[in-house]
T-cell receptor, first 115, second 115 residues
Framework: GDSVTQMEGPVTLSEEAFLTINCTYT??????LFWYVQYPGEGLQLLLK?????DKGSNKGFEATYRKETTSFHLEKGSVQVSDSAVYFC??????????????FGTGTRLTVIP | SAVISQKPSRDICQRGTSLTIQCQVD?????MFWYRQQPGQSLTLIAT?????????ESGFVIDKFPISRPNLTFSTLTVSNMSPEDSSIYLC????????????FGPGTRLTVL
């Protein structure tokens, strides 16, 4: 079945450091891929998405490229800030024949950025 | 996009009681979803709620335990019935805005503690 494997956390970085959070997926067909972010005490917010191979999603300085050949969607940011401290979830959306779709989430990676 | 609100934001309940969580979307949406996020874990889909039809439950979740209503295109409720401490989780509502997108937007969640 469809699944997402995400880099284990927690990750602690100094401000302005480079961030990579690895995400690989298993899916039949051609899923859409997402990164969601959950700030402390809040719900999930969509950070970025990509719907087909070689698409690059980007938002707030974060980027991720849909790599079909390596079934990956790694999240990167060139210079993290303290305000980026949150839990990051990689997810994929299947496409069921009924037109419904389900989101499969990774386990989440907690990022802490220290000044 | 869609703005989603949930009520209550948190609650502490006694074993054996039931709690109904409300989810309101600021626009008409095709599909609504209910997820559970157990402490320190990722999200698990409970069910998909379509307006005008019964909810579709994922494996491991049953209607008697988690009855769902979807009376119109902007509102849904999830009831957690006959609660036990194992039901202590964050319950999140999400919505998909149209049949042409697979992006889901999430509410802030309801933090439930069962004593």
């Amino acid at each position: 079945g469809d699944s997402v494997t995400q880099m284990e956390g927690p990750v602690t970085l100094s401000e302005e450091a480079f961030l990579t959070i690895n995400c690989t997926y298993t899916a039949t067909g051609y899923p859409s891929l997402f990164w969601y972010v959950q700030y402390p005490g809040e719900g999930l917010q969509l950070l970025l998405k990509a719907t087909k191979a070689d698409d690059k999603g980007s938002n707030k300085g974060f980027e991720a490229t849909y790599r079909k050949e390596t079934t990956s969607f790694h999240l990167e940011k060139g210079s993290v800030q303290v305000s980026d401290s949150a839990v990051y979830f990689c997810a994929l959306s299947d496409h069921r024949g009924t037109g419904a779709n389900n989101l499969f989430f990774g386990t989440g990676t907690r990022l802490t950025v220290i000044p | 996009s869609a703005v989603i609100s949930q009520k209550p934001s948190r609650d502490i309940c006694q074993r054996g009681t039931s709690l109904t969580i409300q989810c309101q979307v600021d626009s008409q949406v095709t599909m609504m979803f209910w997820y559970r996020q157990q402490p320190g874990q990722s999200l698990t889909l409970i069910a998909t709620a379509n307006q005008g039809s019964e909810a579709t439950y994922e494996s491991g979740f049953v209607i008697d335990k988690f009855p769902i209503s979807r009376p119109n295109l902007t509102f849904s409720t999830l009831t957690v019935s006959n609660m036990s401490p194992e039901d202590s989780s964050i319950y999140l509502c999400s919505a998909r805005t149209s049949g042409y997108t697979d992006t889901q937007y999430f509410g802030p969640g309801t933090r439930l503690t069962v004593l």
